[in-house]
């Protein structure tokens, strides 16, 4: 599935746009609806090879899924609804407009999804990652069709809990955020769902930009990867988008690049934030010893946040100083931002053209080569430099 988080952070893909107040998510699902001999595949084939503890997760996911997909209502029933306030409407269209633009102007994939309308009550999803304590290395589960991924989602929080609980018996440090919407890749026709429209113009265009990306472009195993250049592609996307809607110097438009700025500030943060911890868990000191004198280096990282969040030019990153640090929480925000610096690069080297992007890394897909190498080689070859961040 593919996340973006809330906690709220509204980015989870399980879609989770980077920002500690913009998260979401994805969830793959395994099955199409209306295909018995998919549904049988699945059933005699796929699920037996995924173990109880899967089949059991996948199963719940889908009743879940199910819920919400008998539930949506046609967005024309939205429309003639005299009970649902006019910028609720204007939001939906708002959507629809966005995702034509992605559709023609970027070359997304075209699907039927944000044609249906899901009201929800709390949080949608509840999202787990988890980590190492004495080391920079994430969790995996590893799921059929879409391989290993970073993270793992729950529609209750009964569920994200007992996992917490099982994570925490294997002494991980744990993470958990809500997400305020999900995409399901293209499986299926995924709804608006109410609390998107609580969201701003900005935050709204780069959420459906992302998740078209996802639905689009999906390396099988490269979690990190595939938020990274959905990121980009949403940032950019919206920026782009909102400049032609509203004018280069709207205050929609002037949002949407300072959101993006905020991105790759908190970016050069947190890549610098991991390599001082890398190096600290280098040290040949005893693992019990490197998780007591962890909490000194969170500490002076929280303290150059402060300074980090002084430059900043949105209330993106305006929760983030009061989480409590820990390898997992620093990994998850990092997932979505790191390298965007690099993305950027690329975008130039195409003339500031976002569909020559999309269409590159649909080569890049194609050619079966992991997505990193691929573009790290391609950018070298041409001698393209990433313009880093100052410190």
Request: charged share 30%; with cysteine.
């Amino acid at each position: 599935m593919s996340l973006v988080l809330k906690e709220n952070h509204q980015a989870i893909s399980l879609y989770t746009l980077p920002g500690a107040d913009r998260q979401t998510g994805f969830i793959a699902l395994i099955y199409r609806p209306k295909s018995i001999f998919f549904i049988l595949f699945i059933f005699f084939f796929i699920l037996p090879l995924t173990g109880c503890g899967n089949l059991l997760y996948l199963s719940k996911l889908g009743w879940h899924q199910s819920y919400i997909t008998f539930h949506s209502v046609p967005v024309q029933e939205v429309f003639e609804d005299q009970s649902i306030g006019d910028v609720a409407k204007d939001k939906i269209r708002f959507i629809q407009e966005v995702k034509r633009y992605g559709e023609q102007r970027l070359n997304l994939r075209k699907t039927k999804s944000y044609t249906k309308y899901f009201e929800i009550q709390g949080s949608l999803l509840h999202v787990v990652t988890a980590s190492q304590k004495d080391r920079l290395q994430l969790h995996h589960w590893r799921f059929p069709i879409i391989g290993e991924v970073t993270y793992k989602s729950f529609f209750t929080e009964e569920g994200v809990l007992k996992e917490k609980r099982s994570l925490e018996a294997r002494d991980l440090d744990i993470f958990i955020q809500q997400a305020g919407a999900y995409s399901t890749l293209g499986w299926l026709k995924d709804p608006i769902f109410s609390s998107m429209l609580k969201w701003d113009e900005s935050t709204l265009a780069n959420l459906i930009l992302h998740e078209m990306t996802h639905t689009t472009i999906y390396f099988k195993g490269e979690t990190d990867f595939n938020e990274q250049m959905a990121t980009f592609i949403g940032n950019q996307g919206a920026i782009d988008f909102l400049k032609e809607k509203y004018g280069a110097q709207s205050k929609e438009g002037m949002e949407a690049i300072q959101s993006q700025k905020d991105d790759l500030l908190f970016a050069s943060w947190v890549d610098r934030a991991c390599r001082r911890l890398s190096n600290f868990y280098e040290q040949p000191i005893a693992r019990d010893e490197k998780i007591k004198r962890r909490e000194e280096v969170f500490q002076s990282i929280k303290e150059e946040f402060k300074d980090v969040k002084s430059r900043f030019q949105t209330d993106c990153y305006k929760e983030f100083e009061k989480t409590e640090l820990n390898n997992a929480v620093l990994l998850a925000f990092r997932r979505y931002v790191h390298n965007l610096d690099r993305f950027e690069a690329l975008y130039e080297s195409f003339g500031r053209d976002l569909r020559k992007v999309v269409e590159f890394f649909k080569e890049v897909r194609a050619s079966n080569e992991r997505p990193a190498s691929f573009l790290e080689r391609w950018m070298k070859e041409r001698g393209i430099h990433v313009k880093k961040e100052k410190e």
